[in-house]
Structure formats: structure tokens, C-alpha cells
Nanobody, 122 residues
Framework: QVWLVESGGGLAQAGDSRRLSCKAS????????LGWFRQVLGKEREFVGA????????YYSDSVMGRFTISRDSAANLAELQMNTLKPDDTAVYYC???????????????WGQGTQVTVSA
């Protein structure tokens, strides 16, 4: 079992940067990959990107490529999502998720955080 807690959400203006954190606890030594997702109310959840916990290899969706960066500090059981040049379309609840296996491009995850709201105004 892994527990995930996101933080760092809030209000931002277009063009701003914001960094979200995801703190993991529990069987963190078994984490293989950690992903970030976002969801707008009434819409499907969207995959943002993922990081391989051991190697740090990353994979991003086209919608955030070049603007968002995922990092992790495995010793601290912490992952971060650095979001730059924010747009109103980035407004969503952001979730981190973890799994013990699977390929980095998979959008299936077993463990999920509660989410943190990011609102970007024009």
C-alpha cells in the first residue's frame, strides 16, 4: 500500500509558474513509477506525465511537453510537478498516482492522491 498527498495547488495567473508536490508514504521502496494527471469537472481525467522512480526517466503528454517538468527525490519519497507558462486551460484538479510496475507510458495506476486544485486566470 502507498499513500500519496499532493500539495501546492492554488490560484495563478496566465504565464505564472507553480510547483506541485506529491509526498509518498507506505511501501515507497516498491514504487516503480509515479504519474501526474489532471481533471476538469465533467471531463475525463487527462494524463500529464510520469517518471520512473528508480532511473528518473520521464514521459510527458504532448499538451504539457516543454512547459511542465516532473522530478523526484526518491530518498525523500517526494515527487514534484513544475508547471511553467501556465494557461487558463491548465485549470484542473491535479493528482499524483503510483504503481509498483508497468511501463512508463501506461495510464493505469493503483494508488492515487486526493488531488490539489490549480486555477489559472487569464
Amino acid at each position: 500500500q502507498v499513500w500519496l498527498v499532493e500539495s501546492g495547488g492554488g490560484l495563478a495567473q496566465a504565464g505564472d509558474s507553480r510547483r506541485l508536490s506529491c509526498k509518498a508514504s507506505g511501501r515507497t521502496s516498491s514504487i516503480s513509477r509515479l504519474g501526474w494527471f489532471r481533471q476538469v469537472l465533467g471531463k475525463e481525467r487527462e494524463f500529464v506525465g510520469a517518471i520512473r522512480w528508480s532511473s528518473g526517466a520521464k514521459y510527458y503528454s504532448d499538451s504539457v511537453m516543454g512547459r511542465f517538468t516532473i522530478s523526484r527525490d526518491s530518498a525523500a519519497n517526494l515527487a514534484e510537478l513544475q508547471m511553467n507558462t501556465l494557461k487558463p486551460d491548465d485549470t484542473a484538479v491535479y493528482y499524483c498516482a503510483a504503481d509498483f510496475d508497468g511501463i512508463i507510458t501506461s495510464t493505469h495506476y493503483t494508488y492515487w492522491g486526493q488531488g490539489t486544485q490549480v486555477t489559472v486566470s487569464a
